[in-house]
């Protein structure tokens, strides 16, 4: 803000001396004109005055325009010094945060990878979980089955012992029935009767 006020002062006083050297060497030039116009033509008096005339009014612009066009200049460059180290200065503040938005996006690169990568390895496990409790379940079910069989079997069995041995026993009955006659009906209750009595 300082350097801009500086900067309008140094421009109105380049503008004030500008206009007063155009004044200056308009007076000068119709002074000279006038002198001219009252002197023959062709003449070196004439050449000459208007050479002289001409050195002075550039030694006056040169006097009075020196001073504010070097200042005006000088500011110029410092103004333009400023703007390019506040560029610079804006520059590297841009590209350090574009480095830290960098190192932060390879970072949520590397963040999101790792959870995703875990994710994973937790959904494996799991996995293995319930493939592992499956397996057992199936494991006892098996084992309760093959059990409720062997029961099964095992009372199957026990039946048909018993049918079987009914079934004998009545087959028995009645081929002993069907084979044995009177005589031998007697002997066998004259024997069944000893062995009572020598048991007694």
Not at 41 to 56: G, K, Q, Y
Not at 100 to 106: F, G, N, P, R, T
């Amino acid at each position: 803000m300082h350097a801009s006020l500086k900067g309008k002062m140094l421009r109105t006083g380049l503008v004030a001396s500008v206009a007063g050297a155009v004044f200056s060497l308009t007076w000068l030039t119709d002074a000279f004109a006038a002198e001219a116009e009252a002197a023959p033509p062709n003449n070196w008096s004439d050449f000459i005055l208007r050479t002289i005339a001409f050195v002075i009014v550039v030694g006056v612009l040169y006097k009075l325009l020196k001073k504010p066009i070097v200042d005006f200049l000088g500011s110029r460059r410092e103004e333009i010094k400023t703007l390019l180290a506040e560029l610079e200065t804006k520059t590297e503040q841009a590209k350090a945060e574009h480095e830290k938005v960098q190192a932060k996006l390879a970072t949520l690169e590397a963040e999101t990878k790792r959870i995703v990568d875990e994710l994973i390895a937790e959904g494996e496990a799991e996995k293995q979980k319930i493939i592992e409790a499956a397996h057992r379940e199936a494991a006892y079910i098996q084992q309760q089955a093959e059990i409720a069989i062997e029961q099964e079997v095992q009372t199957a069995r026990d039946g048909l012992k018993d049918e079987v041995a009914e079934l004998s026993v009545a087959a028995a009955e009645s081929i002993i029935q069907k084979k044995i006659r009177a005589e031998d009906q007697q002997r066998l209750i004259s024997e069944f009767m000893a062995k009572v009595m020598e048991a007694k």
